[in-house]
């Protein structure tokens, strides 16, 4: 079912140019764009050190879903859906195993981290965002569906971890909060 899904939604590559653009190019800015919007929430005027304690967590749930990531490379060798005949790749194939999902790990940490901190408008602009660089990943043909669901999980467990050890408030989030 699963190769079913990817080869279904990898299906119109190579149909339109321009949609084909689109996805390559949401796959490769798409990260870094979640990134610039996070570290561009360090100025906000409305609950200023509330929003900023929500951008330390996303970027501490970013590096440790990615953590995540590279332990479970180290098990888990699937080959990229590409290789397996599944889809047709519209990008450079890529060197390392296909599950987890860097993408998605990164993308669903920065959203799981804003949805924890109770920040609704940011969580679904940025929930828009991670949505797009996801279901990029599987048409341009890199990745399986579940290798995508692979990562949104250790993304949100990234989330969680940070939620559970880095308190706001704290004289740590303190320091860091006022900073500039």
């Not at 990134?35 to 900023?52: G, N, S, T």
């Amino acid at each position: 079912m699963d190769a079913a899904l990817t080869h279904w939604i990898n299906a119109a590559a190579g149909i339109s140019p321009f949609l084909d653009n689109a996805m390559v190019g949401i796959s490769q800015i798409g990260v870094p764009l979640m990134v610039l919007a996070v570290v561009l929430q360090w100025w906000a005027k409305a609950d200023r050190y509330h929003v900023r304690h929500a951008a330390i967590s996303a970027g501490l749930a970013f590096l440790l879903g990615l953590a995540v990531n590279q332990f479970i490379l180290l098990f888990v060798h699937r080959v990229r859906p590409y290789d397996a005949g599944v889809t047709h790749l519209l990008i450079a194939p890529s060197a390392d195993w296909s599950f987890p999902s860097d993408h998605a790990t990164a993308t669903t940490a920065i959203v799981a981290a804003f949805a924890m901190q109770g920040l609704p408008r940011r969580t679904i602009a940025l929930l828009v965002m991670a949505f797009l660089v996801c279901w990029s990943r599987i048409y341009i043909g890199t990745h399986y569906l579940t290798d995508v669901v692979g990562g949104a999980i250790t993304g949100i467990l990234g989330a969680i971890i940070v939620r559970l050890a880095y308190r706001e408030n704290s004289r740590l989030d303190k320091l860091v909060t006022k900073i500039l």
